[in-house]
């Protein structure tokens, strides 16, 4: 019996330090984005939310900009349309942070990122992965989810 609590103890140890690991990383990788990437979302998100395609496509990363054909984008920009002018964002919540090697870019670092963004027709999350790209950031992807889009 006392073998079996020492195993459950251990075992028990083992997760609280696992899972502090995880929170410390985690806390160290978001502190790290914060001075870079928050900026550049606050910055970014207005000028997204005018729902121009040309704007759009200045902000976006190499690869998914060559993928992009112009009238998808203009498209979905006249959806998001829908939701109205930007009134305001809240505070972007790190998500994560990645690091891939690819054989045509090299390594690539992507940090993820959620918004709530209140609109004049409603309130949107908004989820931005950036790219790193020479110390600054593009846009690698842009999902926004809102009940105000749904005809």
């Known amino acids: 019996m006392k073998k079996l609590l020492k195993v459950l103890g251990i075992i028990f140890l083992s997760i609280i330090v696992l899972f502090g690991t995880i929170g410390i990383y985690t806390y160290m990788k978001s502190s790290e984005y914060s001075e870079t990437a928050v900026p550049y979302i606050k910055e970014k998100i207005p000028e997204l939310s005018t729902w121009n395609a040309a704007v759009t ?80 950031f593009k846009i690698y992807q842009f999902h926004l989810n809102s009940n105000a889009l749904i005809d």
């Open 57 to 136: 496509k200045k902000y976006l990363a190499p690869e998914i900009l060559a993928k992009t054909e112009d009238e998808d984008l203009e498209k979905l920009m006249r959806w998001f349309s829908k939701l109205g002018h930007l009134k305001n964002i809240e505070e972007p919540q790190f998500v994560n942070v990645s690091s891939n090697v690819t054989v045509s870019n090299g390594q690539q670092t992507i940090a993820t990122y959620t918004i709530l963004a209140h609109y004049e027709n409603g309130d949107a999350t908004i989820t931005m992965r950036l790219l790193e790209i020479d110390g600054g």
